[in-house]
């Protein structure tokens, strides 16, 4: 499965908001019912750290400026007002189907 | 809290094999399913392998085509990851990963760098 992930950078003022799209190239809608799709972001130098996992469940100590919606294909992941801390990659991951896969990661940096 | 450390990484010439370690703590090892996943330099991320919590099932990146092998040994609460006939390609920090809740990916550890070239 392909995970597409636009923009691939995102200038944000700090205080507004900053939205990425990820896209899979098939559903990912498991026989199970449930979508397996995740939220991950790397600051600079940093191993990546979790954030949404199943398209909206914020993982433990994630702030709640971080959401995430949709469903099948689509989905998109919303900060509602970036901080200076938000900045760095963020990635989407489908585990649904082997083999998991990553979308190529969007920048956000401060404008 | 749950740590994370590889080591093993390291230069090593095309065609050569190398073999990653990593140590877990904090945690019961022996409960949870482990990732490897890579990330060339400047480059995104990279699932490589997935080994179930007792050993018994292993996954593979499709473009790994059976050179690399994941085990563990949970009497160790340590992961290994055996690379054989590496490629210039193959240059990433490789980072160790705990399989969270719903199939996610829950705490990585910092990464080992390995570069491959002559």
């Known amino acids: 499965i392909v995970m597409t992930q636009t923009p691939l950078s995102s200038p944000v003022a700090l205080g507004q908001p900053a939205s990425i799209s990820c896209r899979s190239s098939?559903?990912?809608?498991?026989?199970?019912?449930?979508?397996?799709l995740s939220w991950l972001h790397q600051r600079p130098g940093q191993p990546p750290r979790l954030l949404l996992y199943?398209?909206?469940n914020r993982f433990s100590g994630v702030p709640d400026r971080f959401s995430g919606s949709g469903a099948g294909t689509d989905f998109t992941l919303k900060i509602s007002r970036v901080e200076p801390e938000d900045v760095g990659d963020y990635y989407c991951?489908?585990?649904?189907?082997?083999?998991?896969?990553f979308g190529q990661g969007t920048k956000v940096e401060i404008k | 809290q749950v740590q994370l450390v590889e080591s093993g990484g390291g230069v090593v010439q095309p065609g050569r094999s190398l073999r990653l370690s990593c140590a877990a703590s904090?945690?019961?090892?022996?409960?949870?399913?482990i990732h490897w996943v890579r990330q060339a330099p400047g480059k995104g991320l990279e699932w490589v392998a997935v080994?179930?919590?007792?050993?018994?099932?292993?996954y593979y990146a499709d473009s790994l085509k059976g050179r690399f092998t994941i085990s563990r040994d949970n009497s160790k609460s340590t992961l290994s990851l055996q690379m054989n006939s590496l490629r210039n390609e193959d240059t990433a920090v490789y980072y160790c990963?705990?399989?969270?809740?719903?199939?996610?990916?829950?705490?990585w550890g910092q990464g080992t760098l390995v570069t491959v070239s002559s």
């Open positions: 990963a705990r399989a969270g809740e719903s199939l996610s990916i829950d705490f």
């Open positions: 904090g945690f019961t090892f022996s409960n949870y399913a």
């Open positions: 080994i179930s919590f007792d050993g018994n099932k292993k």
């Open positions: 098939q559903s990912l809608v498991h026989s199970n019912g449930n979508t397996y």
């Open positions: 199943k398209i909206s």
């Open positions: 991951m489908q585990a649904t189907q082997f083999p998991w896969t």
